[in-house]
């Protein structure tokens, strides 16, 4: 079965860099989630979009941004990269208010 | 949503029933209780869910106290691929992946 695809993989980037992550939901969920999870530590929701509108918004900083587009992906823009934005960052979809699924992740490193 | 609580760690023989406990005595009526495993450095996975009723899937099985301020997620036959740490979190409207606060959890280790 489909799962939902993260890319890239892995990013590497430098402080004061932009980054942006993309999220590739399962056909016909409607709902995507991005989460952080930082080295040692649980992860913590950013934000939720459910059909193309924000549905809840965590712990976002300011210089990150995301979107979901008409087909449903996803993408989280990070500017102004700092050495802590270092993390795993997954994103999970889910058809409405159902079981949610997350992917692999993207491991960013801010060097 | 409520804050519960976990042991850090547990141990579990290979096929054997895994149970793992977590309170959550400040949870309000309209809190879930959901379970989530993470296999190290993989997305969370989605166990099981439920309201005030047991709850069985082809997981595992929950069960919540009838005061539901406690539950116990129970891994039937415990294989090392379930080795991972397991999250319990109380989360209100019911659904979905909003906001869900994990915690520290609890690091399962099944031993050979």
């Known amino acids: 079965a489909a799962g939902v695809i993260q890319s890239p993989r892995h990013l590497i980037k430098e402080k004061r860099e932009t980054a942006t992550l993309k999220c590739y939901p399962i056909?016909?969920?409607?709902?995507v989630y991005w989460y952080q999870q930082g080295p040692g530590q649980d992860p913590q929701f950013l934000i939720s979009?459910?059909?193309?509108?924000?549905?809840d918004k965590g712990s976002i900083p300011d210089r990150f941004s995301a979107q979901q587009f008409s087909d449903y992906h996803s993408e989280l823009n990070m500017s102004s990269l700092e050495l802590g934005d270092s993390a795993l960052y997954f994103c999970?979809?889910?058809?409405?208010?159902?079981?949610?699924?997350f992917g692999q992740g993207t491991r960013l490193t801010v060097v | 949503d409520a804050k519960t609580t976990q042991p850090p760690s547990m141990d579990c023989a290979e096929g054997r029933a895994a149970n793992l406990p977590c309170n959550h005595s400040?949870?309000?009526?309209?809190?879930?209780v959901y379970w989530y495993r993470q296999i190290h450095s993989q997305g969370p996975q989605y166990i099981i869910h439920?309201?005030?009723n047991n709850e069985t899937n082809e997981m595992a099985s929950l069960i919540i106290t009838e005061d539901r301020k406690s539950s116990t997620l129970i891994l039937p036959h415990a294989t090392l691929r379930d080795t991972a740490v397991y999250y319990c979190?109380?989360?209100?409207?019911?659904?979905?992946?909003?906001?869900?606060?994990f915690g520290k959890g609890t690091h399962l280790i099944i031993q050979p």
């Open positions: 400040t949870i309000s009526g309209n809190e879930y």
């Open positions: 979190i109380a989360q209100g409207s019911g659904g979905g992946a909003d906001g869900l606060t």
């Open positions: 979009f459910y059909e193309k509108m924000q549905s």
């Open positions: 999970a979809s889910s058809l409405g208010r159902l079981e949610a699924f």
């Open positions: 056909p016909r969920h409607d709902t």
């Open positions: 439920g309201l005030k």
